[in-house]
């Protein structure tokens, strides 16, 4: 049994023995410390003597899944530590309710409180030992706390919803292969923000809808490139009325068979005439507010980093779907992102690459992320580029023709 569901138990359990009788304030908030110190307490214990039998127990991680096994075997604290708990405690939760105030998190109730709590300090600890392997010179980036790190496994997987598997096929309508272009010019940089086609960073929200701004951008990008005029294009109109093309809205869905809707669809309304509200709704696309169309869309080679470059250097942003499912994803903050627990094809989230470059002998890809700007570099990660189709990023590229 993994940890995190044991510290959810242990939660539980002390949720229905809580006293209601606390005489006053301090004698309520000492009462809240002494909970604390016992569900972590226990946690960690149970940790200890399961730690071989969920080693054992533990199956590959199912394609599109967070790493809940992963997070959960993060020690909780170090051996050394073990004289000072309580002091970790406090240094804990004090940093728990600096880190609410700061992102503005609010919860039902003090269960779900605790249970987030939980997921804090674990992430507090994948973070603290990353970023003392980066200060080492171990790793090439760095991890934060940021406005997802209280997420649940469950929640960040439906942040995940790009829903090819290993083996499946992909949708076929007016489809074409990618040509290298003759005596193209391919920089040695290249970074489409700086041209104008790429519309700023946009967030998605609790719905699994990442195919959908995947989708968008990359056809934002394709329509300033054939009128000069950059709009925001509808991500809701494709949660909403494209079920017919194989998508589920909310719950995820494929950048070709999107591309496919838009063409048959006759064009995708503009974000204005049809704002995001991140949920599954009734069809309310209207023709007279399309803001672009496109005639069928371009799969770059699979698995070839070379050919995705040369498509980015001679067309715009591609579309494109990694393998995000790792907590150094969920708590990237800054650098050049290598995980090499990260597959080629097991492939659970839908971005879009704007560029590439080189930093310090690094080559990386500029990727757009659809969680806001306070995640990663203004939403933006740079992955690790000539890696082997590093996290699959060549795996499942494509371009809308427009």
Not at 31 to 59: D, F, G, M, P
Not at 323 to 347: I, R
Not at 382 to 388: C, G, H, P, Q, S
Request: net charge negative; aromatic share 8%; charged share 30%.
């Amino acid at each position: 049994m993994k940890v995190l569901v044991l510290l959810c138990l242990a939660i539980g359990a002390l949720a229905t023995t809580r006293s209601n009788h606390a005489r006053d304030e301090n004698d309520r908030v000492q009462q809240k410390e002494n909970e604390r110190w016992q569900v972590l307490t226990r946690a960690e214990e149970l940790s200890e003597s399961n730690e071989n039998a969920a080693e054992s127990a533990e199956e590959e991680r199912p394609t599109g899944s967070f790493g809940s096994s992963r997070l959960g075997r993060v020690r909780l604290f170090k051996n050394n530590e073990r004289d000072n708990l309580r002091d970790l405690i406090r240094r804990g939760y004090a940093d728990w309710e600096s880190y609410k105030q700061l992102h503005g998190k609010v919860y039902d109730d003090e269960s779900e409180d605790n249970e987030r709590l939980m997921t804090f300090l674990t992430a507090q600890q994948t973070v603290r030992e990353h970023n003392e392997a980066h200060a080492r010179g171990e790793k090439d980036f760095r991890l934060s706390l940021n406005n997802i790190a209280d997420l649940l496994p469950e929640e960040y997987r439906r942040l995940n919803g790009f829903l090819r598997r290993y083996g499946d096929s992909l949708a076929k309508g007016n489809q074409t292969t990618f040509l290298t272009p003759l005596n193209a010019d391919v920089p040695d940089h290249v970074d489409w923000r700086d041209h104008g086609y790429v519309t700023p960073v946009k967030n998605q929200g609790m719905c699994g809808s990442c195919w959908a701004f995947s989708t968008t951008g990359s056809l934002e990008g394709q329509h300033m490139r054939k009128t000069g005029r950059l709009v925001s294009l509808s991500e809701q109109n494709l949660v909403d009325c494209s079920e017919a093309y194989g998508n589920h809205g909310c719950n995820g869905g494929l950048m070709d068979q999107a591309f496919q809707y838009v063409q048959a669809n006759g064009g995708i309304d503009t974000e204005k005439s049809y704002p995001y509200d991140g949920d599954d709704e009734r069809c309310r696309f209207k023709k007279q507010f399309v803001g672009a169309e496109d005639t069928g869309f371009v799969d770059v080679d699979e698995g070839s980093e070379e050919k995705l470059k040369l498509a980015l250097a001679t067309v715009g942003p591609v579309s494109v779907a990694i393998d995000a499912g790792h907590p150094s994803f969920q708590l990237y903050k800054e650098g050049v992102y290598y995980e090499p627990e990260c597959s080629p094809e097991q492939l659970d989230h839908g971005v879009l690459v704007v560029g590439y470059g080189t930093d310090n002998g690094k080559d990386y890809w500029i990727v757009k992320n659809s969680w806001g700007e306070k995640w990663g570099e203004k939403g933006y990660i740079r992955m690790a580029r000539n890696k082997d189709n590093h996290c699959g990023i060549a795996t499942k590229a494509s371009y809308p023709l427009v």
